[in-house]
């Protein structure tokens, strides 16, 4: 069974920076690409990054593009999320997620397999 931990969330003000991490377990051999997601109250759920099994080909939605990064550490079995010049309107609680389909680039929720439980950023002005 795999399983996602996501650490790192915590309360910081506008123009800070924060590194969330998730690290997955219950892998078999093959690699997945990840994705994190974030979900404010009242809104829905809404795609932040995407990065390849391999870790060459990233995707991130237009409004965190220059401020985040993500990445990944195959050997540490974990992937990671930059946040820079945070915004009050980055605040939500942050998924990490595992695509199933090896070769998935992409931003659409339904084809994540796999969550974590989340961790809450918190951005005050």
């Known amino acids: 069974q795999v399983q996602l931990v996501e650490s790192g969330g915590g309360l910081v003000q506008a123009g800070g920076s924060l590194r969330l991490s998730c690290e997955f377990s219950?892998?078999?051999?093959?690699?997945?690409?990840m994705g994190w997601f974030r979900q404010a109250p009242g809104k829905e759920r809404e795609f932040v990054a995407t990065?390849?099994?391999?870790?060459?080909?990233?995707d991130y939605t237009n409004s965190v593009k220059g401020r985040f990064t993500i990445s990944r550490d195959n050997a540490k079995n974990a992937v990671y999320l930059q946040m820079n010049s945070l915004k009050p309107e980055d605040t939500a609680v942050y998924y990490c997620?595992?695509?199933?389909?090896?070769?998935?680039?992409?931003?659409?929720?339904?084809?994540?397999?796999?969550w974590g439980q989340g961790t809450q950023v918190t951005v005050s002005s």
């Open positions: 219950g892998r078999t051999v093959h690699n997945y690409p």
């Open positions: 990065i390849c099994y391999r870790g060459r080909t990233t």
């Open positions: 997620a595992e695509s199933r389909d090896i070769y998935y680039i992409g931003s659409d929720y339904l084809r994540y397999d796999y």
